[in-house]
């Protein structure tokens, strides 16, 4: 079973309109978690991190983290067409294998 | 920007030859990760180095790949006897410590006909 979840799997928003993603650890003993964006025939680049309680704000984007649910929620607000993309979440611990555990991610499209 | 460079961009193969893909990391990046996404963009994850040392590896990179990553060469991710079902994108990736972000190459597009 995966054991980052996120949801929805396709989000359809206007231009200007507010975006909103999920994503849920099952694996306890994560305590980074990290929103990568991909645009189609790309790379992964990283968005944005977070590893303590409560919000972190980048421009248009707004990560929460609640570390007591292992939930955490990106939010785009006035987003644009060029935010069209697969968003990924991973999960990392910070001792061990050091590896980023990603979930299916949510495809955005932003319509013009 | 990223500075992790793989090659090929894309590789074809028949079923049963040997595929071989390359990374160089990012300078300064001891820790390297192989990933597969496949066409319904799920990632799993291969096997992960620090430096030379394979820190964590799954049971089909065990079996069916051959991966290093020798000093002052690049890492390398082979399939012994290509499959359909590896028909995907390998990413790799590399990071300087565990709180830090992971920077992905442009991966190689691998197609087994």
């Known amino acids: 079973q995966q054991k980052v979840q996120q949801s929805p799997e396709s989000l359809i928003v206007p231009e200007g309109g507010m975006a909103s993603l999920n994503c849920t650890s099952s694996d306890r003993n994560v305590d980074y978690f990290w929103w990568y964006r991909q645009h189609s025939g790309k790379s992964p680049k990283m968005l944005m991190?977070?590893?303590?309680?409560g919000e972190k704000e980048e421009g248009r984007f707004t990560v929460h983290l609640n570390k007591a649910s292992l939930h955490t929620s990106l939010h785009i607000r006035d987003s644009q067409p060029s935010d069209s993309a697969l968003y990924l979440c991973a999960a990392s611990k910070t001792s061990g294998s050091w590896q980023l555990i990603f979930g299916s991610g949510t495809q955005l499209t932003v319509m013009p | 920007n990223s500075k992790v460079i793989q090659t090929p961009r894309y590789l074809v193969k028949g079923q049963g030859q040997k595929a071989k893909m390359r990374c160089i990391p990012e300078?300064?990046?001891?820790?390297v990760f192989w990933y597969q996404q496949n066409k319904n963009n799920e990632f799993k994850f291969l096997i992960n180095f620090q430096n030379q040392e394979v820190l964590q590896q799954i049971d089909m990179t065990e079996k069916r790949f051959s991966a290093e990553c020798p000093s002052n060469s690049p890492c390398s991710l082979e399939i012994q006897s290509s499959e359909a079902g590896d028909s995907a994108l390998y990413l790799c990736?590399?990071?300087?410590?565990?709180?830090?972000?992971?920077?992905f190459g442009k991966g190689t597009r691998l197609t087994v006909v």
């Open positions: 990736a590399s990071r300087r410590d565990s709180n830090t972000e992971v920077f």
């Open positions: 300078k300064g990046h001891p820790v």
């Open positions: 991190s977070i590893f303590s309680n």
